[in-house]
């Protein structure tokens, strides 16, 4: 309300009820985690997201590592703006693959991507890390489910895990027991150990001195497992709405699915087998994901958008693919089980599939993923605007066409096929009254015509109409009857 106080004459005041206006993001940032041994580390030091916006702009990542590779193949790939993360290559596979992990409270590794856009100002959008992201335990200890708590713990006992009879191969899991009021409440696993092709046996043993009370009882449930990177992109990519994507096994097709049956995600896109890169003529295997994600940027910055597919794009950097995938035989299992791949067919190498690995069939697509994250991201940045407005009459009005106003933006650009926002039922006095307003919104994001079904019939009437044309080619005399 403006000034009621005396002044004679015109004042004049600009209304702060001014529409709000989207903010345009770049949604073809792409997050790189890995190693650089020789970078220099005043440009690039270490665990901390750093903005490169061409493949000239990478140099003072040196050529050690795999960061000026990934790089390499993205920047090729057509790709836009990335983020780098490097960590320090460790002494041993296994230390280089803590790093590029890195600690979810230090947010270093992976959880780097978390820092992004404070650091830097951009989001990433595609997260891409070094590391054998398609490792897995075949056959370990999943879990233990305690059966009978068992009394009179004053201190947590010792767990051993023995191989039942006959099953003598593979490396040994571990679990460690937790006690809460004298009782054995959860018996959880540190090493899943591998190979059990029959559920080992589970010994729970009282600590020395500790004698008295029922004893504990547990059985241990075997079966597949993820490896580490998988949980901390499941931790960090919702967050920052983002997608990751990841190499398989690069071993056969049906490795490939028993990997992805580790995973449920709707944030995770997994490509087998790897690439080929011919080095000095000689063929070297080389990640997927940079291909991939590079196209994808690609993709985002032409005219197809946030909406567009990775799948069905020609690819410019590879020489080959680590194992031949034949279509449609190999690429349908494959892309049927949520595992994108790589043909060559119609002139060239292509991506090929955009499903990720998840079981929510409406979640099911990469680029639906991504334009929906796109929607919900611009409706919180309007939104976020009126905060703290007024609660009038003509703010509801003028708020409510702010969020539709970029609903048929995003319509127009085809990313979605409409939507629409309005004062959902929620709303009573007693809400409005402590602050709440209620919206409800509905949208659908363009989807994609992965599978194109064509039926053919024979018609014999066309004999017909070229007896027809011949008939009349005879009688207007272009053609004469043989004698």
């Known amino acids: 309300m403006a000034s009621q106080s005396y002044f004679h004459g015109v004042t004049l005041s600009e209304s702060s009820e001014d ?36 493949l000239t702009n990478a140099a003072g990542l040196g050529t050690a590592g795999s960061l000026l590779d990934d790089l390499t193949t993205h920047f090729g790939e057509g790709g836009t703006t990335v983020v780098v993360n490097r960590v320090d290559e460790g002494a041993s596979a296994t230390e280089t693959a803590a790093n590029l992990l890195g600690n979810a409270v230090a947010r270093t590794g992976i959880y780097s991507a978390l820092r992004t856009k404070a650091l830097t100002g951009l989001a990433p959008r595609v997260v891409v890390t070094a590391g054998d992201t398609g490792s897995w335990i075949d056959d370990g200890v999943v879990s233990i489910s ?19 009879a006959g099953d003598t191969t593979g490396i040994g899991a571990t679990a460690e027991a937790t006690v809460e009021n004298g009782a054995v409440t959860a018996v959880t696993v540190t090493n899943a150990g591998e190979g059990y092709s029959l559920a080992p046996v589970v010994t729970i043993t009282r600590a020395a001195g500790d004698t008295t009370g029922a004893g504990t009882v547990a059985v241990a449930n075997i079966g597949d497992v993820a490896n580490s990177f998988i949980s901390a992109l499941n931790t960090v990519c919702p967050k920052i709405r983002a997608r990751a994507y990841i190499h398989g096994p690069n071993t056969t097709n049906v490795e490939a699915v028993r990997f992805r049956n580790t995973i ?13 890169k011919n080095v000095n003529d000689v063929p070297m295997v080389r990640p997927m994901a940079p291909v991939f994600a590079g196209v994808r940027a690609r993709v985002v910055a032409s005219d197809e958008g946030v909406s567009g597919s990775v799948s069905n794009k020609l690819i410019r950097t590879i020489d080959g693919v680590a194992r ?24 060239g190498l292509r991506t090929w599939g955009s499903r990720l690995a998840t079981d929510k069939s409406l979640w099911a697509f990469d680029s639906v993923r991504a334009t929906a994250d796109m929607v919900n991201e611009g409706l919180e940045d309007i939104y976020f605007n009126w905060v703290d407005k007024k609660f009038t009459a003509g703010n509801l009005k003028m708020m409510l066409e702010d969020g539709n106003a970029l609903l048929r933006d995003y319509k127009l650009n085809n990313d979605i096929l409409g939507g629409r926002v309005w004062l959902a039922a929620q709303n009573t006095p007693t809400l409005n009254a402590a602050g709440n307003v209620y919206l409800g919104v509905e949208f659908e994001p363009v989807g994609l015509m992965e599978q194109i079904r064509l039926t053919t019939h024979r018609n014999i009437l066309y004999y017909t109409l070229l007896l027809d044309s011949v008939a009349g080619a005879i009688e207007n005399g272009p053609l004469t009857l043989a004698a």
């Open 19 to 54: 529409a709000a206006l989207q903010r345009v993001a770049d949604w073809g940032v792409t997050f790189y985690n890995g190693t650089a041994p020789d970078a220099d580390e005043a440009q690039f030091p270490l665990n901390t997201p750093t903005v490169v916006t061409s």
């Open 324 to 347: 031949t995938i034949a279509y449609p035989d190999d690429s349908n299992y494959l892309n049927g089980n949520q595992i994108a791949t790589v043909i060559n067919e119609r002139g």
């Open 146 to 164: 305690v059966t009978n708590g068992g009394a009179g713990y004053s201190v947590p006992p010792t767990v051993a895990i023995a191989r039942a």
């Open 264 to 276: 449920n995600s709707d944030r995770i896109l997994i490509i087998d087998p790897k690439s080929l």
